[in-house]
């Protein structure tokens, strides 16, 4: 069976949060698709909450802690990403954009993603297109066409109408999963300081062997 990996970053603050919620609903979703297409899904999840003091010790440093740079390693190394973040002061939480400030950028080149954003009020909505979309498109990844922004009152909608949050849901896991399918980013990650020829050889060259 094909197995492809899926990354999903949550910004959210609170335990449990609306933005967790979220990623797990959009996760389970895109899940649920691949496997209708025979393939099987390894999932890492991420709560930024928890290595919060690592991305600002990074953006003051420039050095990853072995957690931060375990998360990020998984990330960049995913065939696919679902990201969200909860809206603040009518864009992306600090922390989250911290956390892809901290991140190379080419380290997403070709990444398929799909954009999720939550907030009290759907006023904010507008912030996936003028806010998120933009970053994670100079990040040269390849966002799904819907985004996914879910107000404190979409949780108790019914999946009756194409504009309630499960159809916004079945449809941007569907975009993500078709672009997950044709992607396979994880079996081309190399170690940048993987040594072309084997050590003996290396050696053996040295002592003119």
Not at 6 to 17: F, H, N, R
Not at 96 to 113: E, Q, T
Not at 140 to 145: E, F, L, M, N, Q
């Amino acid at each position: 069976m094909t197995t492809r990996t899926l990354a999903v970053v949550s910004a959210g603050l609170s335990q449990p949060s609306s933005t967790r919620m979220l990623a797990d609903k959009l996760t389970e979703a895109t899940v649920a698709k691949l496997a209708e297409q025979g393939i099987d899904v390894t999932v890492e999840t991420f709560e930024l909450r928890d290595v919060a003091t690592d991305i600002m010790h990074h953006m003051l440093t420039g050095f990853p802690s072995p957690k931060l740079e375990a998360v990020i390693d998984a990330v960049t190394g995913a065939d696919g990403l679902i990201a969200v973040t909860p809206i603040f002061t009518t864009s992306y939480s600090g922390l989250f954009k911290s956390f892809f400030d901290v991140i190379d950028a080419s380290a997403l080149d070709g990444m398929p993603v799909v954009i999720g954003a939550t907030a009290g009020t759907p006023r904010h909505s507008l912030a996936l297109d003028y806010a998120l979309r933009p970053m994670f498109t100079y990040l040269h990844a390849v966002v799904a066409p819907t985004g996914v922004f879910a107000a404190t009152g979409d949780w108790g909608s019914s999946a009756d109408s194409v504009k309630t949050l499960p159809a916004r849901i079945e449809r941007a896991s569907g975009e993500l999963a078709g672009l997950v399918a044709a992607s396979d980013r994880s079996a081309n990650v190399t170690d940048p300081f993987a040594l072309e020829r084997p050590f003996g050889h290396l050696i053996g060259g040295l002592a003119g062997e």
